[in-house]
């Protein structure tokens, strides 16, 4: 072969190399396509909505709880949560993921179909409505629904917020605002302190960009409802009514365990201001870590996300258990990041942390509760029930005798 090659013409010569890294090119080709369709597999399946479930029937007398504790763990599916329960640090100890007694799931969807984002989730949770991205305590017609804490504070609670993501975002702001869009942050700051609610904690973000205020505007807004705590964190100490207080903080500033203060801090904190009346309240701590870290698909941030929740539902559980009569819901706003807890056999038994996206996904997600009230939760299948829920365990004030 390679004397007849010597011999070729030269023109002929060309040909064959042409061919040659044509032909390798096609080989390379085939390969990737492969390799992609083996690594995607895409398979379009078409979405097929059912009716939307009937609103769930109560029973006549449901046992009101006299709090409401309402955790929210942003983008946390069941695989994060298969995650926390096959990594816990004492072997042995009882999780406080079986100290649940109803534990069930919903299906997220928002109205655009199988996916949710974040707006309408929130406002599926807090308003009791199903509605379209984006879109903070209203219908997908645009038409302002009540929340969870608007039925609470007319009925004499008080209410508060505690979230380790900015305050404005989409999963406070559906408990505390109504607008068309998530983006609106100097809207949801205004209604925030034009709203009743008595306790908020959570950071800023991106200030003076994309129509956010500056942080001096920021505070103006918000010093117009809330006494703004400093650093020291020392609570005022008027009682009846309470004083509006605010903590505010950097983005990222109360990202994890190892942050002064961190979630645990606040939600201890905020429960013990919500104590020194004896008036009811609902609170709503979030945790938004999972969903930042699954967008990243960055597990190392994901773990820690699980520990701070962990930690921060285990005195949610205590503080229930001293108080009585507190009902505690655990949920997650929809899956992020198709995450799977497996395992690499070569290390075996230690977790491996597998990716399948860097957005939401259609998976169903945890639901638990605890206390009175929460056996309302066994037969809900979609997020909006769960506001429904919440709102109908309000004790409202006709019907005290
Ligand atoms: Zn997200």
Redesign the pocket.
Known sequence: MAHHAKNLKPWKKVAFGTTLILALLLVGIFYIFNWKIAKTSPADIEFAPQAESQALQLDSIPAKPKNIIFFIA??MGFSHLSLAMMSQEETGATSVWQQFDVRAWHDTRSTYGPIT??GASATALATGTPTFFDVIGMDADGNSVANLFEVASANGYNTGIVTDSYVWDATPAAFLAHTKSRDNAEVILKQTAASEVDILFGELEDLGQGGIPELEETMEILEQRFQVLDKSLVLPDQKYPLLPIAAIYEEDELQDLESQPNLPKLTTLALSYLTKEDTPFTLMVECEEI??G??RNDSKRVVKGIKVIEETLSLILDFAEKNGNTLVVFTAD?E?GGMAAGVDFDEYPNMQIIWASQ??TASVVPLLANGPGSEEFINVDRNWQIGQILKSLIVTKDSIP
């Open positions: 942003d983008g984002d974040s969903d930042s699954s967008h929809h992020t957005d939401h």
